[in-house]
């Protein structure tokens, strides 16, 4: 069983920036795509990024152009770089393979408010 770990969130004014980790035991992290998730209240959780086993990257126009979703694979670990960070950012981040497969981690908070 994968256990995700993510962490990194915390409160940001407008405009700032934040970078998340996502930390994933096991051996098998490299050979999946990931992806970062994010959920609000009241909203279904959404798909915000992806990155292959490749490496190559995809996002919804929502943060494309803010966001960066990279990964080492020696550390099993993906990041999410966020910067632009507007007030409709705020949300509990999760990551997960892409699609998502493995049980949910606990996620980890990012407000944006001034």
């Known amino acids: 069983q994968v256990e995700l770990v993510e962490s990194g969130g915390g409160l940001v004014q407008p405009g700032g920036s934040l970078k998340l980790s996502c930390a994933a035991s096991?051996?098998?992290?490299?050979?999946?795509?990931m992806g970062w998730y994010r959920q609000a209240p009241g909203k279904q959780r959404e798909l915000v990024a992806v990155?292959?086993?490749?490496?190559?990257?995809n996002y919804p126009e929502s943060v494309k152009g803010r966001f960066t979703i990279s990964r080492d694979n020696a550390k099993n670990t993906v990041y999410l770089q966020m910067n632009s960070l507007k007030p409709e950012d705020t949300a509990v981040y999760y990551c997960?393979?892409?699609?998502?497969?493995?049980?949910w981690g606990q996620g980890t908070q990012v407000t944006v408010s001034s």
């Open positions: 096991g051996s098998i992290f490299s050979i999946n795509a």
């Open positions: 997960n393979t892409a699609p998502m497969k493995w049980v």
């Open positions: 990155i292959t086993s490749g490496g190559g990257t």
